[in-house]
């Protein structure tokens, strides 16, 4: 685990700055709030700090953490296999005020990196729920994920493909639901992956993503999901 974080300086999708008021007129900066999601299918148990603050112990894979609650501008974030004093990861990145980022560490630990992205946490309309997948099975083609016996939801989706194309880091409106959910090859349609009972409640936003390593024993090909508020 000695590579940086790539990609980290790349913050796509820049909200609008927002503010807010006190009983004095005194205008208070609002937070930008972060939430860390341990994606990284053969490394430790990590901690993570912001500014010398702990933000999360022990996260192991497939573990995400609440949002954290961070003052915006210039933020060091360290991260360290558990137990280690040894920051394998140690950047200095841009949290925008009022701006609600995912950092996802993805990659086998040897090329271990970061996928960042911004999350709209705008309410869904009455009885839609929000849902976006991402692709973070290192070595997996790309793949279209849809509804059993029903439409594609998200096409033709390639590794970490939403960090070069940041469009696709946004959510889609969909009716309150419970869904069979199938990952299928996007050349060919062979399916790889089925995601039964995926409960879609209205008013909520979730995040699906692929994880593990195909044909592996310990961490094989699954999927994940996050829910944001």
């Known amino acids: 685990m000695k590579k940086l974080l790539s990609g980290f300086f790349v913050m796509a999708a820049l909200a609008n700055l927002a503010s807010c008021t006190d009983n004095n007129n005194t205008t208070l900066t609002p937070n930008a709030q972060v939430k860390v999601v341990h994606a990284s299918p ?11 603050n702990s933000v999360v112990n022990n996260l192991a894979f497939r573990g995400s953490t609440p949002y954290a609650q961070l003052a915006p501008g210039q933020v060091n974030i360290q991260v360290r296999p558990t137990g280690s004093t040894t920051a394998v990861i140690n950047a200095t990145v841009p949290l ?5 980022y995912s950092v996802f ?9 970061a996928a960042v992205t911004v999350d709209d946490l705008a309410t869904p309309a009455q009885g839609r729920a929000h849902v976006r997948f991402f692709h973070f099975s290192p ?3 790309a793949v279209t994920v849809g509804v059993v016996n029903g439409p594609d939801l998200f096409t ?10 940041t469009s696709l880091q946004a959510f ?3 009716n309150a639901g419970t869904y069979n959910l199938a990952v ?9 992956l089925n995601v039964p009972n995926v409960n879609l409640e209205a008013g ?6 692929a994880r593990g390593i195909v044909g592996n024993a310990t961490t094989p090909l699954g999927a994940d999901i996050i829910v944001h508020n």
């Open 42 to 52: 053969d490394a430790p148990n990590v901690d993570v700090t912001a500014n010398g």
């Open 96 to 100: 925008l005020a009022g701006t609600s």
């Open 105 to 113: 560490a993805i990659n086998p630990v040897a090329s271990i990196g």
């Open 139 to 141: 070595g997996a083609p």
């Open 156 to 165: 033709n989706r390639s590794f970490n493909d939403q960090n070069s194309t």
């Open 172 to 174: 889609t409106p969909v």
């Open 184 to 192: 299928r090859l996007a050349s060919g349609g062979t399916v790889v």
């Open 204 to 209: 909520k936003i979730y995040t699906v993503y």
